[in-house]
């Protein structure tokens, strides 16, 4: 079942704070499983807007981690620019604790949302993820081209890492390393996997491009 499929009846429900604390925990543990050969990784978690809304957000997540024995710069929380507005107050210092203690802060699918950027300035991010929906067609969308090289800027002024999410073709990624965007994601790199496949494409990958 796809997320979008469940996650909205979770967060109507107020099932989706156990169901965050379940998905923390399972993917800090799964760091410790993966051991030596990815130890250079991160894993990012995505975060709902009634977890931020939670005064006690950062709490959980800090004491997810001290349980796991995980370093917090190993744990990246994701959020929407929606999510951040639902209570900007109390995202901001959940946000802040967060990246007080060493995890890093990513906003997921930049450009959807309709943050002030006034706003995004004053928060402790470290990454813009580009939307993959101005990705897509980015050889053949002269405004999306336009908009992706802007968002590309704007992180870069603000000391942020930028990801263009949703790269299925060497063709966008060409033109996405010459915009100077920093990471990809997307099925031009891999499909979702099995956690446990992980350390054996990891060593195929880095020996094919090393």
Same mark, same amino acid.
């Given at each position: 079942?796809?997320?979008? @499929?469940? +996650?909205?009846? @979770?967060?109507?429900?107020?099932?989706?704070?156990?169901?965050?604390?379940?998905?923390?925990?399972?993917?800090?543990?799964?760091?410790?499983?993966?051991?030596?050969?990815?130890?250079?990784?991160? /894993? @990012?978690?995505?975060?709902?807007?009634?977890?931020?809304?939670?005064?006690?957000?950062?709490?959980?997540? =800090?004491? @997810?981690?001290?349980?796991?024995?995980?370093?917090?710069?190993?744990?990246?929380?994701?959020?929407?620019?929606?999510? +951040?507005? &639902?209570?900007?107050? /109390?995202?901001?210092?959940?946000?802040?604790?967060?990246?007080?203690?060493?995890?890093?802060?990513?906003?997921?699918?930049?450009?959807?949302?309709?943050?002030?950027?006034? $706003? =995004?300035? &004053?928060?402790?991010?470290?990454?813009?993820?580009?939307?993959?929906?101005? /990705?897509?067609?980015?050889?053949?969308?002269?405004?999306?081209?336009?908009?992706?090289?802007?968002?590309?800027?704007?992180?870069?002024? +603000?000391?942020?890492?930028?990801?263009?999410?949703?790269?299925?073709? &060497?063709?966008?990624?060409?033109? =996405?390393?010459?915009?100077?965007?920093?990471?990809?994601?997307? $099925?031009?790199?891999?499909?979702?996997?099995?956690?446990?496949?992980?350390?054996?494409?990891?060593?195929?990958?880095?020996?094919?491009?090393?």
């Amino acid at each position: 079942m796809a997320p979008d @499929a469940f +996650l909205p009846a @979770a967060e109507q429900t107020g099932l989706i704070d156990p169901l965050t604390r379940w998905i923390l925990g399972a993917a800090l543990a799964q760091i410790g499983d993966w051991g030596a050969a990815c130890d250079a990784l991160s /894993v @990012a978690v995505n975060v709902s807007a009634r977890n931020l809304a939670r005064a006690d957000f950062a709490d959980a997540v =800090l004491t @997810a981690l001290a349980e796991a024995g995980v370093p917090a710069a190993r744990l990246i929380v994701e959020i929407t620019e929606t999510a +951040l507005m &639902t209570d900007p107050a /109390v995202a901001a210092d959940v946000l802040g604790r967060l990246a007080a203690a060493g995890v890093r802060v990513s906003i997921d699918d930049f450009g959807q949302g309709q943050t002030s950027l006034a $706003y =995004l300035a &004053t928060l402790p991010l470290h990454e813009l993820k580009i939307d993959k929906s101005f /990705v897509d067609d980015l050889p053949d969308n002269i405004a999306h081209a336009a908009i992706v090289r802007s968002v590309i800027d704007l992180g870069h002024n +603000l000391g942020l890492q930028v990801v263009a999410e949703g790269v299925e073709t &060497t063709e966008v990624a060409d033109l =996405l390393t010459a915009a100077g965007c920093d990471i990809a994601q997307g $099925y031009l790199l891999a499909r979702p996997m099995p956690a446990d496949d992980l350390p054996s494409w990891l060593n195929a990958r880095q020996a094919t491009v090393g």
